[in-house]
């Protein structure tokens, strides 16, 4: 399997969305998005702490899964200032409706057909249970 890792930020994001997860990109792919903190400048952490946590579970789960190919759409909600506003476009998008970071969607249909959002993004089990390796 085969995972291709994919960097947006919010400038960027919507012509990644289109080219991975748009109808025309119906390619029997497992699709995740994960909307992650910044990072520092002066590291390679973000400024966010759960996202220093749940990122490397995440990754090791997805390297993990057996038998089909997935892409992960990695979304950069910015900095903390820009992240905290109300009317960040992510936090008022319809599609994704974020409340906070990490948050890891499984997109299919058009659609999130799971979601975790910070407080469990983490989890081993939690994630499993999304990317569907129990089925």
Not at 24 to 38: I, M, T, V
Not at 67 to 94: E, I, N, Q, S
Not at 95 to 103: E, M, S
Request: proline residues 7%.
């Amino acid at each position: 399997m085969t995972v291709e890792k994919v960097d947006a930020t919010v400038a960027d994001f919507d012509a990644h969305f289109d080219r991975l997860f748009g109808p025309s990109a119906d390619d029997g792919k497992l699709k995740l998005l994960l909307f992650l903190a910044d990072r520092e400048p002066s590291s390679s952490l973000t400024w966010c702490p759960d996202c220093n946590v749940a990122e490397p579970v995440i990754y090791e789960k997805l390297e993990a899964l057996q038998g089909r190919d997935a892409v992960l759409l990695r979304a950069y909600v910015g900095d903390k200032p820009t992240w905290r506003d109300p009317a960040h476009p992510w936090r008022v998008d319809p599609r994704f409706g974020l409340k906070g970071v990490p948050t890891l969607i499984r997109w299919e249909k058009g659609a999130a057909a799971a979601r975790l959002e910070d407080d469990e993004a983490h989890l081993r089990d939690k994630i499993d249970a999304l990317l569907g390796a129990g089925n």
